[in-house]
């Protein structure tokens, strides 16, 4: 049992962001962004929503749904009671999955009765499209792997969440980064399996979310590699060497494009505050007092310090968060540094040839 209880755990450790910020993107284009204190009404929803499919096949099926809800199964004579109490809760869980959503806005901005009603009703639609988004993402996001090993390439997931209407922003600034970093790439259309979940959200949660997601997903491919653009998460595939290569340029690339590598609101609207510091809207100095003090998960903390560290390094003298000089091109201040040293240094030999003509 151990070799098989270690292989789910590694399982879940490399699902487990990849999940998490995909049920995130999810309500967020729902039902914009979300506190850290009600994140326990966000476990409701989605436990509700993964639930919901499972009782109604319950109502054809009682041992089946209480199988897979509490790992038993009820004797032949139990099965009319099972059904109804699966009938009642396929009723019952999208509405509480609608009620739980009219909680996530501030307490003034919460809906009041007519609207109160149909948020609560909107459960029904709501419950569909995150239990699509979250059941989908787990067969989704193992596949890079599976093909790794098919191509005997290596896979890794860059776990982030790609800003409402800002896919196209994305996909252009990471594959300009791979140009950049001397990876030449074309952009192909992803498979329809990755389409799927936006296109369930476009579809049941109206044109308000219709204009958020992206129509089509589109891939980065190019000589011993392949970058799939998910709202959610990044795939890469490709050789050792180059997805090293890649990987480094394109989480360098993040921190100045439209998508959150963080997941909670506050640590994104932080995130936020970076950006637009990185744009000269903003000061790195409040942001890092903010920081210092912020209620957050240490893994987001730990992502903003570097995001941080990162925009400060291209707001300094040297105007550049390259590992090289020659990476970035000459920023415009060593440049002029070195046209003064240049001129010195030429002054320098004038002065010193004239000298040592005048001693001859």
């Given at each position: ?111 009041r009765g007519r ?165 000269g809207a903003d ?78």
């Amino acid at each position: 049992m151990l070799p098989i209880g270690f292989v789910f755990a590694f399982i879940g450790r490399q699902l487990g962001r990849v999940l998490t910020l995909a049920f995130n993107w999810a309500t967020i284009v729902l039902f914009g962004r979300v506190p850290r204190s009600r994140e326990l009404y966000l476990s409701g929803m989605a436990g509700a929503a993964v639930a919901w499919p499972i009782v109604i096949a319950g109502i054809a099926f009682p041992s089946f749904a209480t199988f897979l809800l509490g790992l038993v199964t009820v004797p032949e004579w139990l099965h009319p009671w099972v059904r109804l109490g699966m009938l009642v809760l396929a009723v019952i869980l999208p509405l509480i999955a609608g009620f739980l959503s009219s909680r996530l806005p501030d307490e003034g901005a919460r809906p009041r009765g007519r609207d109160l009603v149909g948020a609560i009703a909107r459960g029904y639609p709501n419950s569909l499209a995150l239990f699509v988004v979250i059941v989908w993402m787990m067969f989704v996001a193992p596949l890079g792997r599976i093909r790794a090993l098919i191509k005997r390439w290596e896979s890794v997931h860059v776990p982030i969440a790609v800003k409402p209407g800002g896919y196209d922003v994305v996909l252009n600034d990471l594959a300009g980064a791979l140009s950049r970093a001397g990876i030449a790439v074309r952009r192909r259309r992803a498979s329809w399996a990755y389409e799927l979940p936006g296109k369930v959200l476009a579809l049941l949660g109206g044109d308000a979310v219709r204009a958020l997601v992206p129509q089509r997903l589109w891939r980065l491919v190019g000589d011993g590699f392949e970058m799939t653009l998910h709202p959610t998460d990044l795939s890469l595939l490709g050789r050792s060497r180059i997805l090293s290569h890649a990987r480094a340029a394109i989480v360098r690339e993040l921190t100045f494009t439209e998508a959150y590598q963080t997941w909670s609101k506050e640590a994104q609207i932080i995130e936020d505050r970076i950006t637009n510091a990185a744009r000269g809207a903003d000061d790195l100095d409040a942001i890092g007092a903010v920081l210092k003090t912020a209620d957050l998960d240490f893994e987001e903390w730990e992502i903003l310090y570097r995001l941080l560290l990162q925009v400060r390094l291209r707001l300094s003298p040297t105007e550049t968060d390259s590992l090289t000089a020659a990476e970035d091109g000459i920023s415009p201040l060593r440049e002029r540094a070195a046209a003064a040293v240049r001129v010195l240094a030429g002054q320098r030999n004038g002065h010193g040839g004239r000298s040592a003509g005048g001693a001859g």
